[in-house]
Structures are given as structure tokens and as C-alpha cells.
């Protein structure tokens, strides 16, 4: 119980980080353009503990999961107190830059976790191409055609570059016809796959064994520079997998369908949790893969995401402003409640989960299947 308690905990604090990130993008980018930040908060409010510093009201509120910023006239407002610092009397180039730079931050995150995650893993040498050792027979590889001795060099649009990203790759097209672009003796081949929607008991999703081709050995001072490139390549693949969820996603809503790939605030503590199980490293990446995800939800043109902000500015240069500052608020209230009514929904469907799992593991598992 108390090794479970850690691991919320431990989930909480990564998952705070995440939104402290952002919204320190936004305090940065609100200083460069001389925007006012009144306060910027770490968690939730109730307050615990604040203290002014340099112009800014810094505050350690109560509940671990988030942050926040707050803008000098975020909203017109004929009682701010000094109007040349306010975020609404700033010229749109500048709000946007402001309303861009959370995503920005996230998107730094990730390239950051990810370079140290490569660095810690691959000092010894950077694995480079994937050969298949072995074929589980009644599988998706056994009826695809694969045969012990193929380099899987692209799965679908994506190239495989190390071997740590092929289970990655095999997992976003679950459920899916997949290409699969192998060398074979020394030709290439494409070998098309259906996998399933979920991995049968005791294998992966595909049915093979595979081991990295060879290790790369950089020098020392290549090192730096060649993790980072490797950050900045998997970031730009999550990146991708992350636009196509979302397209499959609304997909799924203009056809009336209940969409897949979607938890709650309270399914991220349990998947975070589960990861932090297995280490900081497991933690870090599934961190980085989330800030990719909250990067690419936020711009999002639904209010109050980031992206409406944006999208406000460009309906601002056509009606002007004063009309659309009673729509915008308006507009961010009811995107907001929304937003509140889809996480309710979610929590009603994974909180009874909870109670029936019977471990932190079993309600992970739990979730995945009603994906």
C-alpha cells in the first residue's frame, strides 16, 4: 500500500512538472513581450505558501496535480492597474507568441527527457537496424510472411532508426493493415501485416523476436550531439502519432462513433504510476510522451486551449476587437465546462475500475482494454 502510495505521489509530481513547464513557456514568453505576470502558481489552490520576487506573486498551492500563471488584464479590464503591461493591450503578434509558448516548452521538454533517456541507455554504443530472429507461428508476422533473418527498416511512413522504437511504432498501428519495409537478402521487401487490436496472451502485437543490427560507437564529443538528434527525431515521432490519434479521433466523433484513446486525469496518475514502477527512466519517457500529447492538445482551437487564443486573434483582425471580447470569454466558459463534462464522463467510466482491479497494475490493464 505504501510503495502504491509513493507511486501516485511520484505520478503527481511528473504530471505537475509537465504543466509547471507550460505555463512557465507562457511567464517567459509574457516577460519578453512586457506583459505583467502577477503570479505564477505551482499545483492548485488552496494557497500553502507565497512570496513576491522580482515584480511576481510565486505561490505552492495545495493540490499536487498542475499549475498556473495569471496575466496582468488577461480580459479588459478598466481598473488594471497598469494597462502597458496588460496581455489585452498588447498587439496580436505578441499575445500570440505569448499563447504559443507553453506548447513550445513542451515540445522542449520532451527533446530534453528524451536525449537524457539515450544518453543513460546507449554510452556503450547506439543499436542501428532491427533483424528478426524468430517467428511465433498463428501470429500476424507467421501469416504477413516474415522470416527470421528480415531487417525491418520502416513500419508504415516511419523509419525505424534504433530498435527501442519498434515496439512503438507496431502499437500505434494496432488494429491496423500495416506495411512493413524489410531487407531481404539484401532486397527489398514489403511485407503487409493486420495486427490486432490487442496482443494475445504471453506476445507482442506482431508475433516476432527481433535484435538490434550492430552498435554504433560515437566519440566523445560527437556523443551530446548525437543523443540530442536522436531527442529531437523521437519527439518528432510521437509528434506524429500523436497527430494521427487525434485524427482518428475526430474521425471517430463525425461518424458517431465513441472514440478510442481517451482516459481521464485520473487513467494518466494510473498509466504514469504504472511506468514509474519500472523506474526513472520508464517514468521520463512516459513524461516526455505526455508532454508531446499536452503540446499538441493545447493547439487544439477549442476554448480555453491555447489554440482558440491563437485562432482569436486571426477572427480579431476581421470583427475587430471589442466585438469579440464578449464572445471570447463567453466562449472559453462554455469550452471549459465541456472539457469538465468529458472528464466527468471518463471518470464515471474508470473510478468503478478502481474498486475491481484490485492493483495499481490490474487497473492500467483495465484501462488499455477499453481503449
Known sequence: MFSTVLL??????????????????????AKMVKIWPEEFGIGLPPKVWGKKWKGTYWT??????????????????????????????????????????GIFMNFVYAIIAFTIINAFLFSGGIPTGAI??????????SQAGFMPGDEIVRIGSMGVGNTDRIPVLIGANAGKTTEFDVIRDGNSVVVTAQLPKQAPEGQGLL??????????QVPSWQAPFVFLQMGVSETWTYTRLTFDAFGNLFRSLFAL??????????????????????????LLAISAIISVNLAIFNLLPFPPLDGSRVLFLFVEAVIGKKRLEVFEEKSHTIGMALLLALAAVL??????????????SGFVQNIVKLQ
Open 347 to 360: 471518470l464515471i467510466r474508470e473510478v468503478p475500475l478502481l474498486f475491481t482491479s484490485g492493483s495499481l
Open 207 to 216: 508475433g516476432i523476436v527481433f535484435k538490434s543490427k550492430e552498435s554504433r
Open 8 to 29: 501516485i505521489v511520484a505520478a503527481l509530481l511528473s504530471l505537475t512538472l509537465l504543466i509547471v513547464v507550460h505555463e512557465f513557456g507562457h511567464f517567459l514568453a
Open 132 to 141: 528478426v530472429t524468430e517467428v511465433k507461428p498463428d501470429t500476424a508476422a
Open 60 to 101: 505552492i498551492n495545495a493540490i499536487p496535480l498542475g499549475g498556473f500563471v495569471r496575466l496582468h488584464g488577461e480580459v479588459a479590464d478598466p481598473k488594471m492597474s497598469r494597462p502597458d503591461e496588460s496581455y489585452v493591450n498588447k498587439s496580436k503578434l505578441a499575445r500570440g507568441f505569448v499563447a504559443l509558448a
Open 257 to 282: 462513433q465513441v472514440p478510442q484513446g481517451l482516459v481521464s486525469p485520473l487513467g494518466v496518475v494510473g498509466v504514469t504510476a504504472e511506468a514509474a514502477k519500472q523506474g526513472w527512466v520508464t
